[in-house]
């Protein structure tokens, strides 16, 4: 009985000595904060933000209550807060301990119509308050919100979503109209505003999207665009004058935060179905998505399917380029960083590239830059031509090309090409398609490790595949093929560069 009363009074002491540890002071404004403004990336009209952070810091040693933490809107804000886990605009006597932190966390959902004039995009702020009159610290909130036009599947009275027919199946997508009621035209976008696309935007057999200079197209997770059977797209854009790319066409995912600029797979693919014609691709830059561009057959006649003109294609997941039994032209076309294969030329086809980049610097093992395939090897799968004129072919694996051949009509030319090729194990010393020599590899440059006849790209982390001055690449093209300008604009002289891009000197 003793031992549990001097138990007791242990206790009991112990709480009333550590009870002064637990009294709060109203906070007399020597708040800290992280940031003292929280700039929320630019948000589309009526689209959730990304949810942000601000961190509040009592660097005093006294426990303290903060009388009010409140958005200087209050209720009629369009920030919404979440403080100590408890969601609203306006919260009273928040309690923080000594020498002690707590997260702030910021979200935005803005309808533009609410504040339209006559600029696309608007900057609302607001901000938040700390304290009352008497002790009153700020932080401040700012957003740019950007007003742009909606492409989704239509629901339905009944409760159902549009959906395509895909063989046997069916995706989440919709046709484009030409004469929606809300949005006009939908074949064809212009660059008065960017495009927001959920689900997968098809064009209709027989009709053409037609993309203008300067659009931006923004499209969610397992999204993208179909071209149908007898169905075409045109991307007109052109070469821009400043490094807003102001005339470049740009399809790129609907996260538009800096952390996710260069994330791979956060959206479908551009999908070209077995029978689309007369596609035409120019000066356009698609990054971020599973498959870049995805080539399904041909229309069946001689002229190319995709004529590919200044392209870059950058972060994809899975396939930059994947085509089969594909019908391609491509000049100046760049790709980089993709998670199997930059370009694959897959059951048979036929393919002609002159100047172009195919790099692959994915930072993971047992990648590589272009594969080049015939299936089984039967007549339908033929590789009836693959030629790359004036091309780099580069990348962080040691094998930067893959040429796997199955039938008897397997047609391929490298010529003054720039390739990566180092067999450190000498498994392919007497494999036929590795020879490098011959018309089938007529004066290419090889590459047996990383530091022989390197490209010198200029930053491939960020997609810079500039070559500089001390380049392999540099003045050893063939003129014959230099018919065109650089995917910058500049002209080629003579002696020309192999790759997409003229040398500079950095």
Known sequence: MRRYLLLCSI????????????????????LRFSKDTVYLDTVFTNIGSSTYTLKVYNRSNRNISIPNIQLGEGNN???????????GRVFNNVELLARDSMFIFIETTINYDDYANSETTFLYTDHIEFGTNSDFQKVELVTLVQDAVFLYPKKFSDGTTETLPIGSDEIYGFYLDPADPMNGDELHWTNTKPYVIYGYAAVPPTNTLVVDAGVRAHFHAESG??????????????????????????????????LYSDVPGQWGTVWFTQGSTNNSITNLT?????????????????????????VQIYNCSNVGLLARTGNIVGRNVVINNCGETSLSCSFGGSYEFTHCTFANYWPKPNQTSVLIDDFDGSATYALTKADFRNCIIFGSPNLAISLNKEGTTFNYQFDHCLIKFADFSNQFTTHPEYQFTGTKYANCIISRSSTN??????????????????????????????????????????????????????
């Open 11 to 30: 206790v009991i002491l112990t709480i009333c000595s550590c009870r002064s540890d637990f009294d709060f002071e109203p906070s007399t404004g020597n």
């Open 77 to 87: 804000s369009k920030y919404r807060l979440m403080v100590d886990g408890m969601p």
């Open 225 to 258: 665009i179909i071209v149908a059977n007898t169905a075409s797209l045109q991307v007109n854009g052109t070469t821009s004058l400043t490094e807003d790319l102001e005339n470049e066409v740009i399809f790129e995912s609907d996260r538009l935060e800096p």
């Open 453 to 506: 006849n390197i490209p010198n790209f200029k930053n491939t982390d960020v997609n810079e595949l500039i070559i500089g001055s001390a380049s392999a690449a540099k003045g050893t093209a063939n003129f014959t093929y230099s018919t065109f300008n650089d995917i910058l604009g500049n002209s080629r002289t003579n002696p020309s560069d192999i790759g997409a891009y003229n040398f500079i000197t950095f």
């Open 286 to 310: 698609l990054k971020n998505a599973t498959v870049g561009m995805l080539v399904s057959g041909n229309d069946g006649n001689s002229t190319p399917t995709l004529d590919l003109t200044n």
